[in-house]
């Protein structure tokens, strides 16, 4: 059974940080790019970071670039997103997602795999 399970959302005020952990499970996480996408109401769902799990390639929207960091540890089949700097706008929810494929730039808007998500809700 595949799993994709995020956690470390929650309530922060503006400039501050947090960290989402996303652990995943029952596929072969090296084959994969796993990325960040989130949808804040009335919003569509866009796609915010990705990773390439083989060969380290990443992808950042331009609304995150310098504040956020994706990165993976392969030996736990994890990806992190380290979000600084957090503004309002930054408020939505964050779900984990995965698609087959060597690189950052595989993923699409419509990936394989799916979490739940977790609510990131930055006050000003």
């Known amino acids: 059974e595949v799993q994709l399970v995020e956690s470390g959302g929650g309530l922060v005020q503006a400039g501050g940080s947090l960290r989402l952990s996303c652990a995943t499970s029952?596929?072969?996480?090296?084959?994969?790019?796993i990325g960040w996408f989130r949808q804040a109401p009335g919003k569509e769902r866009e796609g915010v970071s990705y990773i390439g799990s083989s060969d380290g390639s990443t992808y950042y929207a331009d609304s995150v670039k310098g504040r956020f960091t994706i990165s993976s540890d392969n030996a736990k089949s994890t990806v992190y997103l380290q979000m600084n700097r957090l503004k309002p706008e930054d408020t939505a929810v964050y779900y984990c997602?995965?698609?087959?494929?060597?690189?950052?730039?595989?993923?699409?808007?419509?990936?394989?795999?799916w979490g739940q998500g977790t609510q990131v809700t930055v006050s000003s």
């Open positions: 029952g596929f072969t996480f090296d084959d994969y790019a």
């Open positions: 997602a995965a698609e087959r494929g060597p690189t950052a730039q595989a993923m699409s808007p419509y990936p394989d795999y």
